[in-house]
């Protein structure tokens, strides 16, 4: 677990959206908008060139780029001559940045074409070399082809249509848990993304909203004024984890419970002996107050102080100072040195370490369970898994003891 003390300012969360989309959807998009006629105009030493689409193109995402191969059939002319349709791939590869402005940018290169053209062959008089003039259309094919695929790669993502809903909805308070009426309020402060993958046919982004976070048990908490959507900062990664303050509860009632097994009628001492025969707990003075009463060679009520105690080199909190009150000292000082030596205290302080433990695991386990699946807004669900808390100092009160705690954990939101 974390040494972060839960007193300190709580560092800011990451709800990390997980943007994707894959390249067999990508190429149904562009297919359907590219025409027939890719170019028709001057194909070098006199000629005339027809391009046409001869085929679906296919898309391929791999290494971060964007690989685009597109089946062509080529018509060369000259004169009265004409050429039999020869065919080949035009192969082109897209590198994808996003804006600031949420609109993804894209560049298109020609990187060549499939390796099955002749080297050459006859046109009437002309003796042609058809790999070369291919490379002479690439550019004006390209030119066409640039605007067809950026508006489609941001038709296929609409980042900017997935990011505002949620945008939007995280600045109203959202149920984790009707049983306890615990709501998770945030206050989104800025977006940041990692830089775009595109591997195994699969384009990618990582997106993170920033915020504060704190769970509140109670009526729902007003929603914080909304603002628009921020200009996305681009980084080249970001600390996915959050941090959610909640303040946790331990009621003493829960701590009878566990010391029960081990004080309601258990003896202590050796020659001489005492029986716990009831006992209750309450706040005094920023300590727990454990008033036993007791049967056998002491006979009457003893009251033993344990003051809980923030370690932040191990983020534990214990009980210390464990010792009989001898405020009072009256029966405590008659009574002798056989009861200060007795286990008493020691078993006190050992089962109020553990059940603190158990509480806090209870707490984490509850956290988890309230976030492993959160409605954020229409279709979009908040998944998190809590893996630790931090703990701060526990103020003790009448029947409980409050304790400022930080669950930890990462969180994600899938749009696809």
């Known amino acids: 677990m974390s040494s972060i003390s839960a007193a300190a300012a709580v560092t800011k969360s990451s709800i990390n959206v997980n943007v994707e989309s894959s390249a067999a959807d990508l190429a149904a998009i562009i297919n359907k908008s590219l025409p027939k006629e890719l170019y028709k105009g001057q194909g070098g030493l006199g000629t005339s060139v027809t391009v046409l689409r001869s085929g679906p193109i296919t898309v391929l995402a791999a290494d971060n780029f964007v690989y685009l191969n597109l089946p062509v059939q080529l018509t060369f002319g000259y004169a009265l001559y004409e050429s039999y349709p020869l065919k080949a791939g035009l192969r082109f590869r897209v590198r994808t940045s996003v804006t600031p402005e949420w609109r993804l940018k894209t560049e298109l290169y020609y990187t060549g074409l499939t390796d099955n053209l002749a080297d050459t ?14 490379e002479n259309i690439s550019q004006p094919v390209q030119k066409m082809l ?5 508006a489609k790669i941001n038709d296929s ?5 997935k990011i505002a809903p949620l945008w939007q909805s995280a600045f109203s308070p959202i149920l984790v848990s009707k049983e306890f009426s615990a709501w998770l309020q945030l206050t989104p402060e800025k977006i940041v993304m990692s830089p775009l993958l595109a591997t195994n046919n699969r384009i990618r982004m990582s997106i993170g909203v920033i915020t504060g976070a704190t769970v509140t048990v109670g009526p729902k908490p007003a929603a914080a004024p909304a603002r628009g959507l921020p200009p996305v900062q681009l980084l080249q990664s970001f600390d996915k984890r959050f941090n959610i303050q909640l303040a946790t509860d331990i009621f003493f009632a829960d701590l009878v419970t566990a010391l029960n097994p081990v004080l309601l009628d ?14 209750n707990l309450k706040g005094e003075d920023g300590r727990l107050a454990i008033a ?3 049967a056998g060679d002491f ?33 405590v000082i008659s009574a002798g040195s056989w009861l200060f030596s007795s286990t008493i205290r020691s078993t ?36 998190a898994a809590v893996t630790a808390l931090s703990l701060g100092e526990a103020t003790v009160l009448n029947d409980r003891m409050s304790i400022n705690v930080i669950a930890q954990g990462e969180t994600s939101i899938n749009l696809k």
Do not use: C, H, W
């Open 121 to 134: 062959f006859k046109l009437g008089p002309l003796s042609l070399q058809p790999k070369t003039m291919v």
């Open 146 to 150: 640039a605007p067809i695929i950026d």
């Open 157 to 161: 993502i609409q980042l900017r249509a």
């Open 266 to 279: 258990k003896t202590f001492g050796e020659e001489k002996k005492l029986t716990v025969k009831s006992f």
């Open 292 to 294: 036993l009463t007791a």
């Open 299 to 331: 006979d009457g009520e003893i009251t033993v102080l344990a003051k809980p105690v923030y370690n932040p080199k191990n983020n534990s909190l214990t009980f210390e100072d464990v010792d009989f009150d001898t405020r009072n000292a009256g029966l």
């Open 348 to 383: 006190i302080k050992a089962r109020l370490d553990d059940a603190i433990k158990e509480q806090m695991e209870a707490a984490r386990l509850k956290a988890s369970s309230a976030l492993s699946s959160v409605k954020v807004a229409e279709s979009l669900n908040l998944t």
